[in-house]
Structure formats: C-alpha cells, structure tokens
C-alpha cells in the first residue's frame, strides 16, 4: 500500500511538473517580460506572429544547463521589431530564438545587450536572429547592434547586415571582472554588407579596447562568414588576450582581422578570398605570443594597414593605446595565393621605431607569378626567424635564407564552413535583386512638373528638361532614387536653375539617402531674384543622412554663388559620398569654393567623400579654393580619399595671402596630372597636400603662368 502511495504521489508530481513546462503564447511584450521573472526552468514563451513597433524587451529569466527557459518566435522570422525597439537579456541559461529587427533603430543603446540594467547575462544564447538595415535617421549617431557583457554566452546562427550608422557592429566588453575570461561564443553568423564609413569606429567586431587590453577574454569567433564587410580597415578588431578565431571566411571584405592589443590571441584556419577587390586585406599583428596558422588567403589586393599579412612596427615604452612590439609570434603553414603585399615593419615611422622581434616565419607557401619581390621590408627584419618556407613567384631566382623555390600548382580550395550554412536558416542571406531597371523617360519644362516626375520616377528612370527652361525653384529638389536628368540637347542652350525660395540655407538640387545622381546640361544660377533668399549651393546632399550618396555631374555650369561659405557643390558635416564624378563642368564668379568638401573639422580621421574624380573642367574667378578636400588628423583606420583631378585649367582664382587653388588635406591617393594654373593660387600654393609620407600622391605635367606651386609635407624635408 506504501509503494503504491509512493508511485501515486512521484505520477502526480510529474503530471504538475509537466504543466509547469507547457509553452505559453504572448502578444504583449510587457506582459512576457514579467511572466519570464517568474519563469521555470525549461519553460518556453511564444511571440505570437505580428508586427509589434516601440519595443523595449526586457528579458530576465534563471534556468539551468539541462533546462534553459526558451522564447521564440511562433514562425521564424514573422515576429518583427520595429519602430524604436530594442532587446537587453540577462540571468541564466535563457535563450531568445529567431526575431526579426528591421525599420527602425535602437533608441538608446545597443539593439541587442546581454545585460538589463546592473545584471549581466551568463549562459544565455541568442540564435535565429535577423538585423537589417537598422540604423537612425543621422549616420553620425554611435551605436552597437550587439554589446556582450558576461559570462559563457553564445550568439550564433544570426544575420546582421546592412549597418550604415557609426559604431561597431558587435562589440565584447571587458570592463569588469564578472565580464572577463568570458569564454563566449560567436559563431555561424553571417555578418553581410557593411559599407565604408569613411571614420573610424566601424568595425564589423571588436573584442576589448585599449583601455582593458591586457585582460584575458578567451573568446571564441568560429565558422562565422563575413561579406563585404568595408566599415573600415579592422573588420574584426582584438583588443583582448587569449582569444580563439577559427574556421571563418572573409569573402571581399575591405580591411583586415587586426590582432590590435593584446597578447596570445590564436588565429588558424581562416579563408580570405579578396578577388581582386580594392583594399581587401588579410592578418595584422601587433603584440606578443600571437599564433597565426593554418590560414590561407588569395587575391587580396591591400597594402600596408591593408596587406594580406601586415607585421607592425612597434613604439617603444608605448602608451596602451598605440603599439606595442611584435614579439615571440609564430606565423606558420599559411597559403598566400596572388597576394600583392606582404609586409614586415608596417607602420614604420618617427614613432613607431620597434621592428618585430622573437618571431617566426614558417613552413608557409607563396605563390604569385606576377610578384617580383616575396615581401616588403619596411623596417629590419633580423628579429624574424625565416625557416621552410616555399615559393613560385615570378621572380624565381630570388635567393633568401628560409625560402625555397619550387614549381607549384594552387593547392585545392575546401572552405571550413559554406555560405548557407551561416546565419539565421529562415533568412535568404542571398544579395537582393535590385528589381527590372526602370527605363521610363519623363520631359519636363517647368519646376513644378521637374518636382512632380521626380517625386513618382522610379530608380534609373531619365528626366529631361527642354533646352532654354527656366526652372525656378521655390524648395530644394530633393533625389533619393537613381534618377538621370539631363537637358534635352548637349549645345549651349542650356535649362538654368535659380533658387527664389523664401528660405535660406538650402541648395537647388539636394541629395538624400541612397540617392544616385546622374546630371547633365544644367546652368546653375546662384544669383537670386529680388527680395528672395539665395541657395548656398547648386548640388548639395542632405544635411542628415542615414546611408551615403553618389553623384555624376558632366556638362554643367555653377555660376555666381556670392557668398563666403558658398559654393558649387558642397558637401555637409556627416554626409558620405562613395563617389564624385565632375566632367567638363565649369566654375564661375563663385565667392566660396568651387567644389567644397571640407565640412568635417573634428580632425578625427573623418572626410566626406571616398573618390573623387574632376575631369576636364575649368575654374575662374573663385575668390576661395576651386576645390577644397579635408581629411583631418592622425587616423590611419581608412583607405580614402582618393583624389583624380585631370586635364583642367584655373584662371584668376584663389589669390588671396595663404590661399590654394586646390586646396588637399589628409588625402591618402591623388593622382593629378595635366592642370594649366593661370594666374592662380599666388599669395599661397596652387596645389596644396597636408600629406603623410606614405601618402600614394602623383603630380605630373601642370603649368604655372604667374601662379603659385606645389606645397606639401615631403617637399620641406
């Protein structure tokens, strides 16, 4: 009779147990986060389906190893966060499964945070997740989309793509104790396009900063793939010791993985396929007992901070922050097909004066049969120890101790992880079709039509305006789509844009996010009627913007903006162009600049334009610099600008005491070549660079009739 109240009571038990567990279903977020402080372990929570905006999930729950608390999506992917939402998780062994955030932002914060006010989370996952696009209205405002604190948790099978805002994709901070030696893992993601910032501070991960360097993490980044991830030049940035990067694929990513600071970080079986992409770089070391292994890289087209293996230059006593000596490394078994740089001593300077040291070079393989040289010695490299390694490079006769020439056929190509196999399953990680290109063609005579067929064009569609138009605007035409405006013939009877707005501080035409320009056969008139406001500029992007823009300008004329701080073109503070295209256009009577794009003064590294190309114009009578390019201090965490100015001419322009007719800071590659100055730039320079000395800058084939000359940096050395 005992057994069987026993037996009765153990049934009872499981019975109650087992309801315990079933799944509940929610609709309300807030409601859910309340149900999950009373959670059991191995409850489950169900979101219901459904678009739900302005969220803020708070999720706290404790469960255990063998029965973690689960809340999930009721389908993959059908639970979507929009608005200004956002989701901070902590405690125990609590799991969050297949959400979808996507138009919106964060609004304050990281959008995911393994932390909920003073508690952090341990032993929590996340997985299934998708972050698209998610990024506030101002591409200056610094945010994370994912911020680890903790302990043991993992963050794997998600996609984040399409980040455009400043700040690092996702980040592991160490700045206490309870989040150091972490032994997280970030794995199986895929981390998809994230586009040239033009700042530092947009990387795609960073594990620790300067401040924490030399604290242990021991993260784990595995299997992960990374996709034209081109934020800036450290892609994955380790800041920390004895962290593990294994198996990952780093497919046309401009920039590199970058062992920053710390020490004893291993780094082995990692892919990076570059295809010939510019920038596209692989491994840079700084530090001690690194070991890099097992890693094979191809068609990589990066050089110095971007080299397919870039071993730094140190500064001795260095601060924390700056760099310290490559020390007892060891780089081993590492394949290098058609790599165009790999560089020893990168960095040296009057600073960084260390060379590597203690550190081996082993048993790895190059081949490139267009390469003359095996690496660039940037500094002595007597403190690496070159042993076993084999080459076919082009140069076959080169005789260097530790290398050894053989005839070799490209070793077969099995990547560690596939594509498909990262990310959230439910999510088609594929690039989207851009759609059927519109080829719809509008003619328009008037502004009032102009903005109409601008409003309802689709991308690529063509607006022409008919010659002779006045096109009097009273507010900006604003482009946010691929549009090409053209006038209706390519002779001197030109449509002319003036600007009689009541308004000041606006320009004619103004380009907004993902807006793409193509214009042609434009008069731009910046002198106003009577009793009306005048525009600041003919071309200008928006003051804030979300994304980047780009611009071809050919065949148009800027004429009369009278003003200071007015100019042709002009860009803004926090505004990025991917490219500036300017082709036979002229600048005229204008008391500003003639192509402006020196609006960020911070002197952070920040610019406003990656290319930029002037073909083929000329400039008179500019009272400031016919073109103006800012780049300001001592950042080294991007690739651009990149300046090409040809076969133009500038005339009575710039003369005032410490003026430049071009007028070029910080640009990191100029190629200029066939300018006539005419009585230009003669109380300071007709050409001027603010330039570092390994700076890419050519100059050939300019005249000077009674103008100043060149002035840069390694002329006065």
């Known amino acids: 009779m005992k057994n069987k109240k026993i037996i009765f009571f153990f049934i009872s038990f499981l019975t109650v147990f087992s309801a315990c567990n079933k799944s509940k279903n929610y609709s309300s977020f807030d409601e859910l986060s309340s149900a999950l ?7 489950t929570f169900v979101i219901k389906n459904g678009v739900y905006k302005d969220i803020v999930f708070r999720a706290y729950a404790k ?59 341990n032993n929590c996952r996340i997985t299934g997740l998708v972050i698209e696009s998610y990024n506030p209205k101002d591409r200056s405002s610094s945010n994370s989309w994912v911020a680890f604190y903790g302990k043991n948790n993992r963050f794997d099978h998600n996609t984040l793509f399409g980040k455009q805002n400043a700040g690092t994709t996702l980040i592991v901070e160490l700045d206490e104790d309870r989040n150091r030696e972490n032994k997280h893992s970030i ?14 501070g947009s990387e795609t991960m960073r594990v620790g900063n300067s401040t924490y360097s030399l604290a242990s993490s021991q993260t784990q980044i595995l299997d992960n793939w990374f996709e034209h991830c081109d934020g800036e030049v450290e892609h994955v940035s380790i800041k920390s010791n004895d962290n593990y990067i294994a198996r990952n694929v780093f497919f046309e990513s401009s920039g590199e993985l970058v062992l920053r600071h710390g020490n004893g970080n291993v780094v082995e ?7 010939r992409k510019p920038n596209t770089g692989g491994i840079r ?88 040289e095996l690496f660039i010695e940037n500094d002595d490299v007597s403190g690496i120890n070159f042993s076993g390694n084999i080459f076919d490079i082009k140069n076959s006769t080169i005789k260097r101790e530790g290398f050894e020439y053989q005839k070799l056929n490209e070793p077969d190509l099995t990547l560690p992880i596939e594509r498909g196999d990262c990310g ?61 405006i053209r006038a209706e013939s390519t002779d001197d009877d030109k449509p002319i844009i003036r600007y009689i707005g009541s308004v000041s501080g606006n320009p004619m035409i103004q380009i907004t996010d993902g807006g793409n320009l193509k214009l042609s056969g434009f008069i731009f008139n910046g002198r106003p009627a009577e009793g009306k406001s005048r525009a600041f500029a003919g071309i200008a992007p928006a003051k804030v913007m979300s994304g980047k823009y780009n611009a071809t300008i050919e065949n148009c004329d800027f004429i009369y903006f009278e003003e200071s701080t007015f100019a042709g073109f002009k860009a803004q503070k926090n505004t990025f162009a991917d490219s500036l295209i300017f082709n036979n256009c ?70 005032q005491e410490r003026g430049s007719t071009l007028r070029l800071i910080g640009v990191q590659k100029a190629r200029i070549s066939n300018l006539i100055f005419n009585n230009s730039g003669r109380g300071g320079a007709s050409i001027l660079f603010d330039e570092f000395a390994w700076d890419d800058i050519q100059i050939e084939n300019i005249t000077y009739n009674h103008s100043g000359k060149v002035r840069m940096n390694r002329l006065y050395k």
């Not at 809340?71 to 979507?80: D, F, L, S």
């Not at 200004?84 to 959400?99: T, V």
């Open 37 to 43: 402080k009373n959670a059991l372990p191995g409850d």
């Open 63 to 121: 469960g255990t190893a063998e029965n973690p608390i689960v809340v999930m999506a009721e389908t993959a992917g059908q639970v979507r966060l929009e608005g200004e939402s956002n989701l901070k998780i902590a405690g125990e062994y609590l799991e969050i499964h297949n959400l979808y955030f996507v138009n919106g932002f964060s609004p304050e914060g990281p959008v995911i945070e393994y932390r909920l006010d003073k508690e952090v989370a």
């Open 187 to 200: 794995d199986h993601n895929f981390f998809g396009k994230r586009p040239n910032y033009g700042s530092n």
């Open 269 to 275: 079986e990692n892919f990076f396929l570059g295809n």
């Open 285 to 372: 070391i700084v530090g001690e007992d690194h070991i890099v292994r097992r890693n094979y890289l191809k068609d990589l087209t990066g050089k110095r901070f971007y080299a397919a293996l870039a071993v730094m230059n140190a500064v001795p006593n260095s601060l924390i922050n700056r760099y310290h000596q490559v020390k007892n490394t060891q780089i081993m078994e590492n394949v290098f097909i058609d790599c165009d740089n790999i560089e020893f001593g990168v960095g040296k300077d009057n600073e960084r004066t260390l060379p590597p040291t203690e550190t081996i070079f082993s048993e790895n393989i190059i081949i490139n049969r267009n390469a003359m």
């Open 424 to 484: 959230a399953q439910w999510f088609d990680n594929q690039v989207k079709d851009e759609g059927v290109i519109s080829a719809k063609k509008y003619v328009v005579s008037d502004a009032d039509t102009f903005r109409e067929v601008v409003t309802e064009a689709d991308d690529n569609d063509t607006i022409i305006l008919k010659s002779s138009s006045d096109i009097l605007l009273e507010e900006p035409i604003v482009i946010e789509k691929h549009l090409i």
């Open 586 to 655: 002229r600048f005229q009577n204008i008391s500003g600049e003639g192509i402006s794009l020196s609006a960020e003064k911070d002197d952070t590294g920040k610019y406003s334009a990656e290319n930029v190309v002037i073909d083929n114009c000329h400039f008179e009578k500019i009272l400031g610099s016919s073109v103006n390019i800012y780049r300001g201090g001592n950042d080294e965490s991007t690739s651009g600008p990149s300046i090409y100015i040809t076969n133009s001419t500038f005339t009575d322009s710039s003369n």
